[in-house]
């Protein structure tokens, strides 16, 4: 599907200009403390021409002919763009936590690390994070490795999402 650059897009945002529109595909999620999973996500990305994105995800657990097996987590935030392509994110979950993420965007690629997590009481203890995204043929390929629960960082989610 082809991408077209916004009229008003703010200089800052332009590392991560790739990532606006709507998103989905198929995942696959493993921790030490779950059963190994597949999902089906989606993930918008909208700006208003201020230097920052809104962002939205929700996924679902699916069977292994893809059908979906029952709903699954949430999460908004924004993607703050900073000159050179330095980033803030923050984040917000159904599940309770919220989460500030600093990183960087160069040539396709967003790498971010969590500077802070907060969760409520019936949350799950969630410690750290690293968050990859790239830009592969056209395609959005993440990964998400986590630290929570006592168990150190390590891979946890890994999608790959076609334009929408």
Known sequence: MPFELPANLHPDCGPVAWLLGRWGGRGHGDYPTIDAFQYGQELV?????????????RSWIVDDEGETVRQAAQEAGFLRC?????????????????????????????E??????????????????????????GDLLYAY?????GQELQPHLWARLVRQ
């Open 112 to 137: 971010l690390h969590t500077a802070g997590v907060s969760f409520t009481e019936s949350a799950k203890e969630v410690t750290g994070g690293k968050r990859l995204y790239g830009n592969v043929e």
């Open 145 to 149: 490795d986590m630290e929570a629960v």
């Open 45 to 57: 990305f909208t700006h208003d021409g201020r230097p920052f994105f809104h962002y939205f995800a």
């Open 82 to 110: 900073r000159p050179g392509g330095e980033l803030e994110l923050l984040l917000s979950h159904s599940s309770g936590i919220s989460e500030i993420w600093y990183g960087r965007a160069d040539d396709g690629k967003v």
